[in-house]
């Protein structure tokens, strides 16, 4: 077992290693940060930076957790404590099922279903009010797309909705019967024993999760490739197309042949190893800071 564990961190490592390794010849001539935020990607021109990937990846993957975090969370505390156990099977089934869809085939409903739906319903009508009631927002939508940061923010937020639901609800569950036993021997209403007794064991759990969701997010690549739009010039736009760190690397990564477009790509990579890597320690660190009892150790 300990043979395995140390594999596991072996090989974290090795693909961080790897990663810097064939991506250094920029990260060395730009510097660490040089090449994170210099803003122009520019394969043609040998000009190369990560800052409108990470912008990108950041707003998408933020967005996505604000607009599914507390519908997900609801819905965890719905099917662990309040509906009756038909019903809460079959929508654990159903979240478990929507986790297991790929995202390659949510990719293709938001293509062809989606995509066109909102540009139709959305923002060309929205688009066109701004031209005539307020002029002055059309910088910050930008041209109604059917791919753009809306849509593939929306479809991220869908595909991380399970996890954030599966984990609240596992997270209530292991709070123990005691605990709500004592609540109701108090008089509490069912929602004093959810908000008193229940909550405050399994917030701990529940908030990693919503930042392990938010890694995920972080990492997702087909459904932000398929619907983002892929544009590599800043500012962003509502409205208009964007680029994220995974998306990138996918679209760009065949047909890289040159040494210093392939090494920019690596390096790119190399950033998004680190940037969930942080996100996950946050989210171990938050889980070891809330204890059983509810109380910041």
């Known amino acids: 077992m300990l043979v395995f564990g140390l594999a596991i961190i072996a090989l974290a490592l090795g693909m961080g290693f790897v990663l810097y390794t064939q991506g250094s010849v920029p990260i060395r001539g730009q510097g660490f940060f040089g090449f994170l935020f210099e803003t122009t990607w520019n394969p043609v021109s ?3 930076g990560a800052w409108p990937f990470l912008l990108g990846t950041i707003i998408t993957s933020a967005a996505a957790l604000a607009l599914a975090f507390f519908p997900a969370v609801g819905v965890g505390i719905f099917a662990a404590e309040y509906a009756p156990p038909k019903i809460g099977s079959v929508i654990n089934y159903l979240v478990d099922l929507l986790a297991a869809v790929p995202s390659v085939v949510i990719g293709i409903w938001g293509i062809f279903v989606f995509a066109p739906w909102m540009r139709d319903t959305f923002y060309i009508p929205v688009y066109y009010w701004a031209v005539e009631s307020a002029p002055a927002l059309l910088p ?4 109604p797309a059917s791919y753009n940061i809306i849509t593939a923010t929306l479809l991220l937020a869908l595909m991380i909705t399970p996890y954030t639901v599966g984990l609240t609800r596992d997270a209530i569950k292991l709070v123990p019967r005691e605990q709500r036993d004592a609540a109701w021997a108090l008089g509490a209403t069912h929602w004093e024993v ?11 759990g529940i908030v990693a999760g919503a930042i392990l969701s938010l890694a995920r997010a972080l990492g997702e ?16 736009t509502f409205f208009g197309p964007a680029s994220t760190m995974p998306s990138v ?23 998004l190893f680190l940037l969930t890597f942080v996100v996950n320690l946050i989210a171990a660190y938050i889980q070891r800071k809330l204890n059983i009892g509810g109380r910041v150790l």
Do not use: K
């Not at 910050?140 to 041209?143: D, H, I, N, S, T």
């Open 46 to 48: 040998g000009v190369h």
């Open 140 to 143: 910050v939508l930008g041209a």
């Open 194 to 204: 959810m908000r008193l007794g229940i909550l405050p064991y399994a917030r701990g």
């Open 221 to 236: 690549t087909m459904v932000i490739a398929m619907l983002i739009g892929n544009s590599n010039r800043l500012p962003f």
């Open 249 to 271: 690397i996918a679209n760009e990564f065949r047909e890289a042949v040159e040494t210093m477009h392939l090494a920019s790509l690596m390096a790119v990579g190399f950033y």
